[in-house]
Every structure is written in structure tokens, then in C-alpha cells.
């Protein structure tokens, strides 16, 4: 059963589903799904290039009860968004459904059909308290939970949590028209605080690490800067286009593959070919990736004051060589995450650190504030920002699961 603290959303979950789909009847089979939220811990767009990356799961979750309702039509409804229906009889990719809910609801059908399952109807009602465009990887949740249902519910062999995240991540990739990488769905199935090497992509190294922030003597914030970065995916996207575009010029599709040594010989005429922004995120790249193997071994011997070191060194070449702290919409250049980043460190005054947090462009910075200043920073961050901006957050061990009730 998910853990005891999933209770209340189950319950709320429940009384959703009976609302739009009806009363359960006594005798059905009701399935319980959890898949959290992540944060990345570090690893700023390094995954997609085969790079290293460090990712907790959130106590922010999809929480929601499925049951077989005996069609060959899939109905999900959360308690955000309203109903949506997707028929099994068709699961090649349409154009019209890029970016929405049906697209990953057939996504996902597709990829646990590739199982040896046979596909079959049912209705989904879920509470996602994971903030939608916020950064934590809603999308990767809810991708998640359909696959666990879908697993649960069509019979077939068991699915692990890294090849659950890379249907999961086809189904966002092809389906839903997104082209992350592969660190979000690994960080929310396999649960905790994990280390990624995505160099091998159909089988990445993973390692888990028991370690509480709260117990270094610092908390996990994550604060909404005002700006929603679900409408940017065009701003997203040109991160690994111009990344694979400089890994192209040397016969290679990933950073990864490219010998830092041969880029900087060739970076005058990379430069002319394709501009000072692709050079400097393939540039972030490298130093990033660094970043997250000093970061970890930090972790692992315990040291969080070298770890908040490198973590304002990752947030410094996010800013400054990746450039996924601002976002042009129209004609105006919006600055929400910088302020945001700016606003933290006037209050950390030093200790602690801030960096972008997830795709950046918008969604949320991510801090790690001195547990005697969590208070403060929380209100008068939510002065600035509006209420409910900035939470603290718990790295929780449970990854995307589902259990018959």
C-alpha cells in the first residue's frame, strides 16, 4: 500500500472518481497509484547529452485509484483538469493531441502494449499535488502512474523502475512532443536520492544514497518564480538541438561522445557555424557534469559545505553558460527565475545556495537554506512572490508504484 501520508489524496481520489465515473461496486478491483514529483539535485541538462545527473524524489505525488471499466476507452480525470477519453483501438501518435493528457495516456498504452499486454479500458481518478509547469516533473508523474496502472492492470511481466522511465520518457519524447532526457521519469520510478550515468542510455547506472538535508542542517526549498514553463517547450528544446549540433560536428549525437580537447581546438569555427550560445551550453555541459560527480562524492562523505559550494558553481554556469534562466515570450524577455534567484540570495546573504532548478526558462529555483532561516525565507520569499511561492521540501524513498486495494 503507498505510504500512510498518501492517505488523504487516495481518499480524495476516491470520492473523484466516484463523482464523474460512478460508486465502486463492492466487488471491483480498485488499484492504488503513487508516483512522486523529483527534484533535480544536480545535473542541469546533462541528462539528454549522456551525462551524469543527481535526482530526489518529492513528498509531492500523483495519488489516484483505476479500475477496469470493461470498454476498450481509457477515462482519466484529476482534480485539476477536467475528463479526458482515449480510445485503445488507436495508438500510433497524433499530431492534435501534442502536449496534453490523451497524448500520454496513448503513449503509455503503447509502450506497456510493446510488453506483450493487451491493452484494455479503464477509468483513472488522481490528485497530483506535484505544481503543474513549476519544474518538479508533473508530466513525468503522471507519465508514471499510467504505466504503473497499465502494468497493474493489463497482465504482463513485471516492469523496473529504469525501464518504466524510459517508456515513460518515449511517451513525452514521441507522444506528448517534449524531448527531455531521461532523469526526470528515472528520478520519480526508482524513488530516493539517486545518481544517474546516462552515457549507455538503454541502461543506465544508477546508485542510491540514504541522506537527509534536514539532519546536514539545511532544507530543501523549492520556490514557483511566478512563471510557468509548460508553454516553452520551442525555449527547452534548443538546448539539445544545439548541443547535438556541436556533438554533430564531430560525427557524434551526444556531448558525451566528443573529446573536450578536439571541441576547444575547433571553437572558432563552431563559433561562426553556429553561434556563442551553442558553444557556451556545450561549454556548460562538460562543467556541469563535472559539478554532479564532486557533488555526489560530497554527499557521500557528508560534506555539505563543499556540496553547497558546487552547487552555486552549477547555478553560476546555468546562468551564464547554459542561459536557461530567462525566457523570451513575445516581444518581452522575461526575467521571473532570475529575480527569484536574486530575492534568495539577498536573504541567504551567503550561506546556504541557489540555483535554477529543472528545465529552467521559468517553473522554480531550487535552495538550500540553513534550517534557523527556513521560516523567514519561506515568508518573505511568498511576500515577493505571492503566497504559496516557496515550500521546503523531504526527499521521500517511494517511486512510482501501485498496489490493489
Known amino acids: 500500500m503507498p505510504a500512510t501520508n498518501n492517505q488523504a489524496a487516495l481518499a480524495a481520489a476516491r470520492e473523484l472518481f466516484e463523482k464523474t465515473f460512478g460508486e465502486i461496486s463492492s466487488s471491483a478491483k480498485v488499484l492504488a497509484v503513487h508516483a512522486p514529483g523529483r527534484s533535480e539535485i544536480s545535473g542541469n541538462h546533462t541528462d539528454h547529452e549522456g551525462g551524469h545527473v543527481i535526482a530526489g524524489a518529492l513528498d509531492v505525488a500523483v495519488d489516484g485509484v483505476a479500475v477496469a471499466n470493461g470498454t476498450n476507452v481509457v477515462r482519466v480525470i484529476d482534480a485539476n483538469f477536467p475528463l479526458v477519453e482515449v480510445d485503445l483501438s488507436d495508438l500510433s501518435v497524433r499530431e492534435d493531441e501534442r502536449e496534453t493528457t490523451?497524448?500520454?495516456v496513448r503513449g503509455m498504452a503503447f509502450e506497456l502494449a510493446r510488453t506483450g499486454r493487451t491493452p484494455a479500458g479503464f477509468d483513472f481518478a488522481s490528485i497530483c499535488t506535484v505544481p503543474a509547469g513549476g519544474g518538479l516533473s508533473s508530466s513525468a508523474a503522471v507519465e508514471a502512474a499510467y504505466g504503473r496502472a497499465m502494468e497493474a492492470l493489463w497482465e504482463g511481466p513485471s516492469i523496473d523502475p529504469v525501464e518504466l522511465a524510459k517508456m515513460s520518457q518515449f511517451a513525452e519524447n514521441r507522444y506528448f512532443g517534449k524531448p527531455c532526457g531521461l532523469m526526470d521519469?528515472?528520478?520519480?520510478?526508482?524513488?530516493?536520492?539517486?545518481?544517474?550515468?546516462?552515457?549507455?542510455?538503454?541502461?543506465?547506472?544508477?546508485?542510491?544514497?540514504?541522506?537527509?538535508?534536514?539532519?546536514?542542517?539545511y532544507a530543501l526549498c523549492l520556490v514557483k518564480v511566478g512563471s510557468d514553463h509548460a508553454d516553452l517547450t520551442f525555449e527547452y528544446a534548443a538546448i539539445p538541438d544545439e548541443m547535438q549540433a556541436i556533438a554533430g560536428e564531430f560525427g557524434c549525437k551526444r556531448l558525451c561522445e566528443v573529446d573536450p580537447a578536439v571541441?576547444?581546438?575547433?571553437?572558432?569555427?563552431?563559433?561562426?557555424?553556429?553561434?556563442?550560445?551553442?558553444?557556451?551550453?556545450?561549454?556548460?555541459?562538460?562543467?556541469?557534469?563535472?559539478l554532479v560527480d564532486k557533488r555526489w562524492e560530497d554527499l557521500v562523505a557528508g560534506d555539505i559545505e563543499s556540496f553547497l559550494v558546487h552547487t552555486r558553481a552549477s547555478g553560476a554556469s546555468s546562468a551564464m553558460f547554459l542561459q536557461n534562466v530567462s525566457a523570451t515570450v513575445g516581444d518581452v524577455r522575461e526575467q521571473h527565475a532570475m529575480l527569484a534567484l536574486g530575492l534568495a540570495e539577498r536573504i541567504l546573504d551567503g550561506r546556504g545556495a541557489a540555483r535554477i532548478h529543472g528545465g529552467g526558462f521559468g517553473g522554480s529555483i531550487q535552495c538550500f537554506v540553513p534550517l534557523d532561516l527556513v521560516d523567514e525565507f519561506i515568508a518573505r520569499m511568498d511576500t515577493w512572490l505571492g503566497e504559496g511561492s516557496c515550500r521546503k521540501y523531504s526527499i521521500t524513498e517511494e517511486g512510482a508504484c501501485a498496489t490493489w486495494m
Not at 520519480?188 to 534536514?214: I, Q, W
Not at 575547433?266 to 553556429?274: D, G, I, M, T
Open 263 to 290: 571541441f576547444d581546438a575547433a571553437v572558432p569555427q563552431l563559433r561562426e557555424k553556429y553561434g556563442d550560445r551553442a558553444v557556451l551550453r556545450a561549454i556548460h555541459y562538460w562543467y556541469e557534469n563535472g
Open 102 to 104: 490523451a497524448a500520454l
Open 185 to 217: 521519469q528515472a528520478a520519480v520510478c526508482l524513488g530516493g536520492l539517486a545518481y544517474m550515468d546516462f552515457e549507455v542510455p538503454s541502461e543506465p547506472k544508477t546508485a542510491k544514497l540514504d541522506f537527509d538535508f534536514d539532519k546536514s542542517g
